[in-house]
Nanobody, 125 residues
């Protein structure tokens, strides 16, 4: 069952920007407000990797080193939406980006319980 739905992917030139969004899809999650949320990505021929996470109240964030200073994770619990602002995109950022959720009492690291199907981001000139 798909619990979350992503949007905002597309084709962008190197150095460009995109903003991804993620919201509940009508499955087990009605509101993201009590969940730690994260973005993962899987590039062509690669394993899925963690990109960024944000705590349920939005105070704490984590990023993988390769996106620090370029990507910003944020959330709007009133709009029930998670975001990933991606700036200065590079070819190596090309991947399917998926959002995920886990209970707010769980650590932000480790496995996530609820997933979306993903949105394709392609960085190419």
């Amino acid at each position: 069952q798909v619990h979350l739905v992503e949007s905002g992917g597309g084709l962008v030139q190197p150095g460009g920007s995109l903003r991804l969004s993620c919201a509940p899809s009508g499955g087990s999650i009605n509101s993201i407000s009590k969940y730690n949320m994260a973005w993962f990505r899987q590039g062509p021929g690669k394993e899925r990797e963690f990109v960024a996470a944000i705590s349920w109240i939005g105070i704490r964030t984590n990023y993988t080193d390769s996106v620090k200073g370029r990507f910003t994770i944020s959330r709007d619990n009133v709009k029930n939406t998670l975001y990933l602002q991606m700036n200065n995109l590079q070819v190596e950022d090309t991947a399917v980006y998926s959002c995920a959720a886990k209970g707010g009492r769980s650590p932000m690291t480790g496995a996530y319980d609820y997933w979306g199907q993903g949105t394709q981001v392609t960085v190419s000139s």
